[in-house]
């Protein structure tokens, strides 16, 4: 079509087959798509279109991806707050008529059925990435993993193992937990464990835990689908449901009990500790 659509923070060019998509630069432009630049999405890649009506008088259109499309969507696991979708293009509603031709002259041009794709086709953000979490610092260079523990937040499990690097062709996929959400964390999973993973991010040095102001989701969401686009290419890969499993009793107990600490010592507000509180009885 070669025809731009502007919303606020992104604009789509519409092209023979493909999207793309160029997210703007601002103070009030979501971090992730600042960081994300702009992404090119074929047409093949797109399962479905649709048109909604938005907030405050604006309207939606969304583009959904195939299921093993995107690397970042498959990482991200359907954890992404709806403002920072990738695929959403938020508009006034006066140009609701407008958007409607768009997403018709996109729905004609689909050819596919929306079946898992075989292979990523949307480009992962590119290597190397890194970020700092919690307890470590976290780097990928397009071949290996390392995480270098901090001596303030590094479990003794981790300082124990030392350091970590792991080479792609060792790892089956990653599981990444969202650092909006509490116990969120970047866990790396092996293709032959030598023995089962520790069910707690914590004590796994395969993995680094987010925290307030560690691991944001525009680091560490293009970091993780980095790694899986890597993992892909070098064999087949498993991606973990973001859900955690069932918690010893005692466990979370002892978990609100820090909580309770850290609350009465000013480091959690008192929303945040109800939240919190909440969710490990949840877990239950």
Known sequence: MGDVLAGFHAAWEFESDSVLIRFERGIRTPKLFQALGERRVPLEAIA?????????????LHA???PGADPLMEAAAGQLKE????YRLVLPAERETLAEYYADELRSQLSTDGSPAERYLVAPPEAPQQFKAYDA???FDGKR???RWF?????????KAGDQSFPVAGLSGVEWRSPEVFEGHLRLLHREPAA????????????VVFGLGYGPVHESLPFAASVLAAVRAAGPLAVVPASAPRRDPADIADRIRHLGELHKAGLVTDDEFT?????????L
């Open 48 to 60: 479905a279109v649709t048109l909604t009506q938005g907030k405050r008088g604006t309207v939606v």
């Open 64 to 66: 959904l991806p195939r």
């Open 275 to 283: 939240m919190k509180k909440a969710e490990l009885l949840a877990e």
């Open 137 to 139: 610092k976290a780097s």
């Open 151 to 159: 001596w303030t937040g590094a479990s003794s499990a981790k300082w």
């Open 83 to 86: 403002g920072c979708d990738p």
């Open 196 to 207: 089962p993973q520790p069910t707690q991010a914590d004590q796994d040095p395969a993995a």
């Open 145 to 147: 993993v390392s995480f």
